[in-house]
C-alpha cells in the first residue's frame, strides 16, 4: 500500500488509462465469446504489470505512447496514477480467477469473473468512471469493521 | 464457440453497464438535502479544523479516488473567492468514524455546511461549480 501523503507521486496522462480499458474492454469480450482461458490468461499478464510497475509499463501504456499519444496534443491536466493502478489489481484479481475458472474446467466461474471484469473494463472506457476506485472507501470501511468485530 | 452463453453475457453485461453508466452520469455530484433529516451538525472538532465564518465546504477524499484532485481545486478556488468561507478536505481512510456518521459512500462526497455546521447541501461525486455556488448561496442566506 502506497504511502498516501508523499512528496511526489507518480503523474500520468489521464488518456492513457481511459485508452487501456477500451483495449481491455475488447480483449475482455472476445474472452467471454470465444470462452479462451489463455487470452484470459495473458490479460491477467497485462493487469500484473499494470499494477505492479505502473500503466506506462504496461503493454497498453507502451501502445499508447507509441501510436496514440503522438497523434493526440499534450494532455491538459495530469493525473495521479494511483487510483488507475488500483484498478488494475483489482482487475487482475478476477482476471486470475476466471483464468483459472475456465482453465480448470469450471467455465461458469470463468464466465462470471469475466462480466464483472468486463462491466469495470466498459464502465472506465465509455463513461471514465473508475469502479474499483469507487469500491475502495468500502473496502477499507468493511475491513475496518471486520478488525473491531 | 458452440456455447452462446458467452456471448448472452456480454450483451447483457454491456446493456446493464451502459444503463448504470447513464443513470449514474445523470446524478453524478447533484447536490442534494441532508438525506435523513437534517439533524447533522458537525463541529470544528469534529472536521480537526475551524469552520467557515459563513459557510464550510468539506470534502472527503482518499488517494485513489481519481477525481478528488479536480474538486480539491474547484473547492479551492471557490473558498479562496468567497469571504468567510474555507475548504475543509478530509482523508476519508483516517476518518472513518466521521465516514460513518456521515454516511460517506464514495470519494469525492462534498458536504456545503452553514456557519453553525448544520448540512445544507450534500453532493456525492464530483459537483459542478454551479451547484456549489448555488448551494452556498442557500448556506449563507440567513
Known amino acids: 500500500m502506497p504511502d498516501p501523503t508523499p512528496g511526489a507521486p507518480a503523474r500520468v496522462d489521464p488518456r ?3 485508452f487501456a480499458a477500451v483495449l481491455t474492454t475488447l480483449v475482455l469480450l472476445v474472452v467471454l465469446i470465444t470462452g479462451s482461458g489463455v487470452l484470459l490468461a495473458a490479460q491477467a499478464v497485462v493487469f500484473a504489470l499494470g499494477a505492479a510497475l505502473g500503466l506506462r509499463w504496461s503493454p497498453y501504456g507502451w501502445l499508447y505512447r507509441r501510436l496514440v499519444r503522438p497523434r493526440l496534443g499534450p494532455p491538459r491536466e495530469l493525473e495521479d496514477e494511483r487510483p488507475p493502478r488500483f484498478a488494475q489489481t483489482v482487475g487482475l484479481v478476477f482476471a486470475v480467477v476466471g483464468a483459472t475458472g475456465y482453465l480448470a474446467g469450471a467455465a461458469w466461474l470463468g464466465i462470471a469473473a469475466t462480466a464483472a471484469a468486463l462491466a469495470a473494463a466498459f464502465l472506465n472506457a465509455a463513461f471514465d468512471y473508475c469502479l474499483g476506485c469507487e469500491v ?7 475491513r475496518a469493521r471486520l478488525g473491531h468485530g | 464457440m458452440s456455447d452462446p452463453t458467452g456471448l448472452i453475457v456480454a450483451a447483457v453485461v454491456l446493456v446493464l453497464a451502459t444503463a448504470f453508466g447513464l443513470v ?13 433529516g437534517d439533524a447533522l451538525r458537525l463541529s470544528s472538532g469534529d472536521l480537526g479544523e475551524a469552520l467557515g465564518e459563513r459557510a464550510t465546504l468539506v470534502q472527503f477524499s482518499t488517494a485513489m479516488c481519481a477525481t478528488c484532485p479536480g474538486t480539491r481545486r474547484l473547492l479551492a478556488g471557490v473558498a479562496a473567492g468567497a469571504p468567510g468561507v474555507r475548504h475543509v478536505e478530509i482523508d476519508a481512510e483516517t ?5 460513518r456518521r456521515v454516511e460517506v459512500m464514495r470519494t469525492p462526497t462534498v458536504l456545503v455546511l452553514d456557519r453553525a455546521g448544520r448540512l445544507v447541501r450534500r453532493a456525492s461525486g464530483p459537483p459542478t461549480r454551479a451547484d456549489i455556488l448555488a448551494a452556498l448561496d442557500l448556506a449563507t442566506a440567513d
Open chain 2, 95 to 99: 476518518r472513518l468514524d466521521l465516514v
Open chain 1, 16 to 18: 492513457g488509462p481511459r
Open chain 2, 24 to 36: 449514474r452520469a445523470r446524478r453524478d455530484g447533484r447536490l442534494r438535502r441532508g438525506g435523513r
Open chain 1, 136 to 142: 475502495y472507501l468500502l473496502a477499507v470501511r468493511g
